[in-house]
């Protein structure tokens, strides 16, 4: 094109994409918002939308998967066996529970919302929920506690634990003294039935098992 | 107006006080309704609301800010050349303001029929450039400097294109009077400047596409004058974080605010005494009067400065060389040619 040409035309453009453009927006001026009032009305979330995490306390197990998934480290977890007498019920999965979760924190303030602790869960009792407005004053108001014992249940299954173990101390002891009772004897008896020996053994490892 | 406030407050200093303050009070309120509807107008374009929390739709939004820009904390950075820096946002203000003297607002009101009255305007709104570059300098702050000079620069290079049409206009009334001028194209909008003016058939149609060619031209200068999209670079955001008036705050920012709404009405005003038919009645004798002279005058002029936050919120913003490039290379030789041809047909 030559240089006159290429002028007048760059004018036309100019002016003619300019009056397309305005076209354009005063369209716009008249086509309804596509925003909400957000604190009155409030957007539809999608349905796998990961904001704030939540745990069922009542299917946790204490495995402590997710805080060990957790990039971040904003899950402490801690946990008490429970004496071999307690039962703590089932999950909604039909596993046993077996340990106490005394302690069950989320630092909400540090969370980075992507969901990794979700998926270890081997009862899916901890989730991300769709509620995003939890702001708060102080930072130390975004440590959110799901454990629901009391100091004092805390403190009984702690006891019970101790005694549960004394018990298996004092029983395990008894029972190698047992043992080595026997394997004296067999020792007097001297060397004619060796096949009663291993009997006295048996119960002694079977008792390491439940203690 | 001059002789209906003598017959109740005399001959006296009072009346030219009034009659001076007058546009004032039609500045603070013409500046609230166009921050307003600007806002809106732009929140529409991209298709949100804007305010809608402080009154019905948000109404009482330009009082809160009113509010909260008094309140502020005024703050002088100790870097700064005080004394310039305190006068800088009243020199923009005045130099704009000033313009206000001769703008007929009506046949009954102007508040000077200065015979001068285009070349005083063209003259005294090349003040506000002084104050924008007062404001760069005394800031001691690179953005601001940077911003005030592509200001300075800018407005000087589109002045050029704008004074040509200016007195292409001049030489079709044979007046530099506002008021004349705006007499000289009353009896409806086929006598409008930009219709050719009342002049026989054919000069008119010798006329018409000259005139609309110049009406562009002072439109599009008229735009950079007031540094706006798509002619904002001294204050590109995006660059200089605020150009001139990056470091001011609180009521000297919303004074060089102010200035600016006041500026761009200025040159819609300029725009439509020019062109547009200033007061007269698009109808002739129907709709006239002092009352709906105002009325014409003014809505003319929010009109267009509604198609320049149209324009604001279409166009992207040009770089310094496309600014020079439009001014120079395009407005000023078409401003050029358009002077030739309109005294070529006035002669005949």
Redesign the interface.
């Known amino acids: 094109m030559n240089p006159v040409a290429e002028?007048f035309k760059g004018?036309y453009d100019?002016?003619h994409t300019?009056l397309i453009?305005?076209g354009?927006?005063?369209g716009?001026?008249?086509?309804?918002?596509?925003?909400v009032?957000y604190p009155d009305v409030k957007m539809v979330m999608p349905e796998r939308v990961r904001n704030r995490l939540y745990v069922n306390m009542d299917d946790c197990i204490g495995c402590d998967q997710c805080a060990k998934a957790c990039p971040v480290d904003c899950i402490t977890i801690k946990t008490i066996k429970s004496a071999p007498d307690v039962d703590l019920g089932m999950t909604s999965r039909n596993t046993k529970k077996r340990l106490y979760v005394p302690q069950f924190d989320i630092d909400i303030a540090k969370c980075c919302y992507c969901g990794l602790c979700t998926f270890p869960c081997p009862t899916e009792c901890i989730v991300m929920t769709d509620v995003y407005e939890f702001s708060e004053y102080d930072r130390s108001n975004l440590i959110y506690s799901f454990a629901t014992m009391t100091p004092a249940e805390i403190e009984t299954a702690q006891i019970k634990l101790k005694k549960a173990d004394e018990e298996a101390t004092v029983k395990k002891a008894a029972a190698a003294a047992a043992a080595k009772l026997a394997a004296d004897q067999k020792a007097a008896e001297g060397a004619s039935a060796p096949a009663p020996a291993a009997k006295p053994a048996a119960p002694a490892s079977g008792d390491k098992g439940t203690a | 107006m001059d002789q209906f406030l003598q017959s109740i407050f005399g001959d006296s200093i009072l009346t030219q006080l009034l009659l001076g303050v007058l546009p004032l009070v039609f500045v603070l309120v013409y500046a609230l309704v166009t921050l307003y509807s600007e806002m809106k107008?732009a929140?529409?374009?991209?298709?949100?609301?804007a305010y809608?929390r402080t009154g019905w739709h948000g109404v009482l939004q330009p009082f809160a800010d009113m509010l909260k820009l008094l309140q502020k904390e005024d703050i002088i950075p100790t870097a700064a050349d005080k004394l310039l820096f305190i006068l800088a946002p009243y020199v923009v203000f005045i130099g704009t303001y000033a313009a206000f003297a001769v703008l007929p607002f009506s046949s009954a009101y102007a508040g000077s029929s200065l015979d001068l009255g285009l070349f005083y305007i063209i003259a005294v709104s090349a003040v506000v450039v002084v104050g924008i570059l007062m404001a760069g300098w005394a800031s001691n702050n690179k953005w601001s400097l940077f911003g005030a000079i592509r200001s300075a620069s800018q407005i000087i290079s589109y002045e050029i294109p704008a004074a040509l049409a200016v007195l292409a206009v001049v030489m079709i009334t044979g007046t530099m009077n506002m008021n004349e001028i705006t007499k000289f194209q009353a009896g409806g909008i086929q006598n409008w400047l930009i219709f050719g003016g009342p002049l026989p058939l054919g000069h008119k149609l010798f006329l018409l596409p000259v005139m609309i060619v110049l009406a562009?031209i002072y439109y599009v200068c008229s735009m950079a004058e007031v540094n706006r999209t798509p002619f904002d670079i001294p204050e590109a955001e995006s660059e200089l974080v605020q150009g001139y008036n990056t470091e001011y705050t609180g009521m000297k920012f919303a004074i060089f605010y102010l200035a600016e709404y006041a500026n761009l009405f200025v040159v819609s005003a300029i725009a439509v005494v020019l062109f547009f038919g200033g007061w007269s009645s698009p109808f002739g004798s129907f709709m006239s009067g002092p009352i709906w002279d105002l009325f014409w005058f003014t809505f003319k002029g929010m009109l267009l400065v509604f198609v320049n936050v149209?324009?604001r919120?279409?166009?992207p913003r040009l770089r310094v060389d496309q600014l020079m490039y439009?001014s120079w290379?395009?407005l000023v030789p078409f401003a050029l040619v358009c002077v030739v041809l309109v005294g070529a047909i006035m002669v005949l």
């Open positions: 002028y004018i100019g002016v300019a453009g305005m354009i927006t005063f716009h001026l008249f086509t309804p918002a596509v925003t009032q | 107008i929140a529409h374009i991209q298709d949100r609301l809608m562009l149209w324009l919120w279409t166009l439009v290379k395009v």
